[in-house]
Each structure stands twice: as C-alpha cells, then as structure tokens.
C-alpha cells in the first residue's frame, strides 16, 4: 500500500472516531481557526493477548494480529513496553516514510489474558468464541474491507460478564465492548504551527477554555523528550446482551478519549541533537487509566 493510501486509511478512521469523539473534533476546529495545521502524533489500539482456534488455524487476537495490518501499511516495530501491575504489553510503529507524508506512528497495546485470575479468562473466552474468525481473518486479504478490521468481532457481551470483567481489568472490560475499534488519535502540538497555541500548556488551556473536559495533569517532562495529556474520555451507549433473556439492550460506557503531545530534542551525543520519536512508559500507563469507568 501506497503511503498516499496509507494517509486516505486513517482519514476513514479519523473521521469514524471524530464522529464520535465531539472533543476531538473541537480541536480540530480551534487549530483551523487559529490558521495552524492538524496533525497526528500517533493512533492508539488495543486488543487482548490470547490464541483462538479458526479454520485457518490458531490466531492470536494480541499484538501479532494487528502487526499484520500495521506491516500491510507499510509500518515497522520501533520499540515495546511492559506494564506488569497491569497486565500490558504495548509496541509502537513508524513508517519509514514517516516525516515525508506526515504519517501518525501505531502505539498497539495487549492485554495479557492467561496472566488474569481463571474466572476472568473464562467470561473473556466465552464471548470472545462468539466470533466469525473465518470471515475476520479473511479481512486481511480484501482491502475494499479493510476498515471491518477495526471493529468488534465478537458479538455483544452479557451486561454481567462486562461488569465482572471491568472490577479486575477496565481495560478488558473495554475491549469486550469495543474490540479493535480506534482507543484514541493525538494531536501532535509540534505540527500545529500557530502562535496562539504554541506547546501543549497553552493547547490544553485553549481545549478547557472551549468547555472540553481535561485530564488535570500533563504527564512527561521536557527532559524526557515528551509531554502529553488528554481530554476524559466520552461515554456512549453500548449493546450489551441481558443476562436473563439475553436481548440487546443498551448500558452507558466509556468510549475513546482525544490525546495532544509535544515532543522535544534531546542530545543523543555530544553535539548531536533529535527529536524523540518514542514513548514513555509511566506516561503511557497514565493513560491507558483515562477509559476508566467513573462511578458518577
């Protein structure tokens, strides 16, 4: 795939997700309005570390899932992290052609499943064998389906088994209910070339200041190479099956938040200076926290 291509894709799920992201979309206007550009730092998925049999063969719903896509696109592993308190695992992406078509870097993330205590693994096995894995995986070799790859899979969980799910990992809790659908886009501060919000402190105030719900801190520091905060993350309704007559019905929930970053030069040698093009894992484990069900 082209990287033009490659800039049409994430258009499609841009436009998806600021549909239903209203945060993401407000910033979009407030940089337009102010004459900056809108760029991606980086889009963000998650998905659960776990190997399920198909007629294909056994598939790993993880990682090594969407690495199929991310290198179909033309992308490279560029560097992992650990979040054993969690239970994560996470490895980021660039494009070779990265500055040239101003390319978003992938952040993918897994849930290691088989570490999770036993009754956990099994509400998360039994909806996940709801899937149609024959159709899911021929996904890959259709690109006119392409965009399919990014949604839920399986069929709805039980309103119990998300709720269960969600007291020992909300993380899990939010892949049953959304599968691979999009976790967030980031505004790259670094891209918007606007005097009026020139780094994220004033970026972020800007959002408030537009009645955006934010994060209260920015995590990351200068000498780090890297500083990000978000907005809270919406709520919509979510189809989950009743557990008694097992219809749909509809639960508010935690969907995606909407990320801004601001990356800085370090010296990587004695006169040699670049922009840091990673991530940080404590900024990172901040985050992943934003999809937290508030109890309000």
């Not at 993401?24 to 570390?49: C, E, K, P, W």
């Not at 955006?212 to 990000?228: F, Y």
């Not at 990673?278 to 508030?294: D, I, K």
Request: charged residues 20%; negative net charge; aromatic residues 12%.
């Amino acid at each position: 795939m082209s990287p033009e291509q490659v800039c049409d894709f994430w258009e499609l799920l841009w436009q998806d997700y600021t549909a239903r992201v209203s945060y993401a979309r407000i910033y979009q206007q407030m940089i337009t309005v102010a004459g900056g550009t809108v760029a991606n730092d980086h889009i963000a998925f998650r998905s659960l570390r776990m190997t399920v049999d198909s007629p294909q063969g056994e598939i790993n719903l993880g990682i090594d899932y969407l690495e199929q896509v991310a290198k179909f696109l033309g992308y490279e592993a560029a560097g992992e992290y650990t979040f054993p308190e969690t239970h994560l695992y996470a490895r980021h992406y660039r494009h070779p052609q990265q500055e040239k078509f101003d390319l978003p870097k992938l952040f993918i993330s897994e849930l290691i499943v088989d570490e999770l205590p036993t009754d956990i693994v099994q509400l998360i096995y039994q909806t996940i064998a709801t899937a149609n894995f024959s159709r899911f995986t021929t996904l890959l070799l259709n690109v006119q389906d392409f965009q399919q790859i990014f949604t839920r899979p399986w069929q709805p969980p039980l309103r119990s088994v998300v709720e269960q799910v969600n007291k020992f990992t909300q993380y899990g809790a939010w892949v049953l209910l959304h599968g691979y659908a999009v976790n967030h886009f980031t505004g790259y501060v670094n891209r918007q070339n606007t005097p009026e919000y020139p780094d994220i402190d004033s970026t972020a105030r800007g959002l408030a200041n537009l009645g955006v719900p934010m994060k209260a801190e920015i995590e990351g520091d200068i000498a780090c190479g890297l500083r990000q905060t978000a907005t809270q993350a919406v709520k919509e309704m979510v189809t989950v099956l009743d557990d008694i007559n097992k219809e749909e019905i509809q639960i508010p929930w935690t969907y995606a938040y909407y990320e801004i970053a601001q990356r800085y030069t370090l010296e990587v040698e004695p006169g040699n200076q670049k922009l840091f093009d990673a991530f940080l894992g404590n900024n990172a484990q901040h985050l992943f926290e934003m999809t937290r069900l508030s109890k309000k």
